[in-house]
Structure formats: structure tokens, C-alpha cells
């Protein structure tokens, strides 16, 4: 159910924290080159060790899947929908992780998935910009776990503004809306 967001609220919504310019073994100095490009089958082997990264479940409240649950997902529900679209976003050539868009509910959504190493270098906020250059639908709408502050702040520094929240069980999720030319503008 979704919930309409006074400005009262807005207010409430957590502050996000610096990300940390080291994010464990294998850090990366700051990207250089973020690149989106179709989705290979070889990519899913990595994009299926990423959702198994404890930190990015906690923070996206989104359990990760077995190998075979992930794989068969990743086969039928995204790359087989003929409206998705899913990108493989790339920094100086190594798989950082996926954006997608889809339907649900008569409203277009994305959501992304990168890596841990690649957090806090600009790398998700380079390769959304580039995906909603080519994702043309709007409005478009995320829906990320009210802690995770670093997605917020993503999304909003690519244009997206709260539009409400929206509850699954006892988690709660900020909806986010992008509309026309609102990307643009950043």
C-alpha cells in the first residue's frame, strides 16, 4: 500500500552518512570508467556472488537466493521479459554490478545491484545516470529500504524525489519518483 509523503515526513526520512572510502579487501581508488552494456550469461555468476554480500543484504533488506533460485530469476523473470531492461554496468572493463527497469503494477520501476568494493566511488551514480538516458519511460519509480540512506541519496542525486512509503510486513521502503526532465536538472 502505497502512502503519500507530507513534507513533515520527508523531514523524517533518515540522513544518509558519508559513504567510506574503503570498503574492505580489494578496495578500488576512485572509478574511472563506468560503462553499461548488455547483460552476458557469465555476468550472472557475479551478479549472483554480490547478493550473497551480507552488508548489501542488511542494507537492502533483501535476502539473497540459492544459486539455482538466483540464476533461474535472473534467466526467466529479467532477461526473459520482453518490457525489462538490464544492464551490466562495468568500471574500466570488471562487472560492478546490474541495473534493471520493469513493470509492476502499472508503474515502471528500476533497481540496481553493485558490489560491494565498487560502493562509495561514484560508480552507482555514474551508471544510473547512464541507464535513465536509455530507460526513456517516465515516470520511473525505485522503492529502496528506508535505512539504506546510500540508495536514497543515490537515486536523489539522479533526479528522484520521495513520493510516499510503502510497507512489506515491518519493513518500510521510501518510493521514489522520477519524472520528465527531472534527470536533467542535476
Known sequence: MLVEVSVVEQRRL?????????????????????????VDD??????????????????????????????????????GNPTGHAQTATVDGEVAGNIVAWWQDGRRFTGYWFGQRFWGRG??????????QREQIRPLYADPFVGNTASVRLLERCGFQPVGV??????EFVVLRLDDGAADEE
Do not use: I, Y
Not at 18 to 38: E, K, N
Not at 50 to 70: I, L, N, S, T
Not at 123 to 132: E, H
Not at 166 to 171: A, Q, R, T, V
Open 166 to 171: 510503502d510497507h512489506d510486513g515491518d519493513l
Open 123 to 132: 560508480v552507482g551514480t555514474a551508471a544510473l545516470r547512464q541507464f535513465l
Open 42 to 79: 557469465a555476468d550472472l555468476e557475479v551478479f549472483f556472488e554480490q547478493q550473497r554480500e551480507e552488508e548489501a543484504v542488511r542494507r537492502a533488506q533483501f535476502p539473497a537466493r540459492d544459486r539455482e533460485r538466483f540464476l533461474t530469476h535472473w534467466r526467466t523473470k529479467v532477461l
Open 14 to 38: 533518515p540522513q544518509p552518512r558519508s559513504p567510506a572510502l574503503s570498503v574492505g579487501p580489494g578496495t578500488l581508488s576512485r572509478m574511472t570508467d563506468v560503462q553499461l552494456r548488455d
